[in-house]
């Protein structure tokens, strides 16, 4: 079965960090691209991160300088570095992606089941 599973989210304090995994089950990374998304409580799903397939990165201007996204060599994982977190970070934070399973075939717009960032003293 073809999945995204995230994993490292937490209570931390502000000014903290935390690095937030999204594992590829049955599958990998090696087409188009995965990005993190998060939804906080009360408001619509928002883009926090994305990276291509040949590396290139970009984030919301509100995680500039604060959040890093990479992805493992393998690219079956990727990972959200956190930084100076915030109160206003905290929100589920959601992985997806292009997938391409063990058979070859190709799924697009995978998402994970969401992993919670609480930012709070």
């Known amino acids: 079965q073809v999945q995204l599973v995230e994993s490292g989210g937490g209570l931390v304090q502000p000014g903290g960090s935390l690095r937030l995994s999204c594992q590829a089950s049955?599958?990998?990374?090696?087409?188009?691209?995965a990005a993190w998304y998060r939804q906080a409580p009360g408001k619509q799903r928002a883009l926090v991160a994305i990276?291509?397939?040949?590396?290139?990165?970009n984030y919301a201007d509100s995680v500039k300088g604060r959040f890093t996204i990479s992805t493992d060599t393998a690219k079956s994982t990727v990972y959200l570095q956190m930084d100076s977190l915030k109160a206003e970070d905290t929100a589920v934070y959601y992985c997806?992606?292009?997938?391409?399973?063990?058979?070859?075939?190709?799924?697009?717009?995978?998402w994970g089941q969401g992993t919670q960032v609480i930012v709070s003293s």
């Open positions: 990276i291509s397939r040949y590396g290139s990165v």
């Open positions: 997806n992606g292009d997938l391409t399973g063990s058979s070859g075939s190709n799924y697009f717009n995978i």
């Open positions: 049955g599958a990998t990374f090696s087409i188009g691209q």
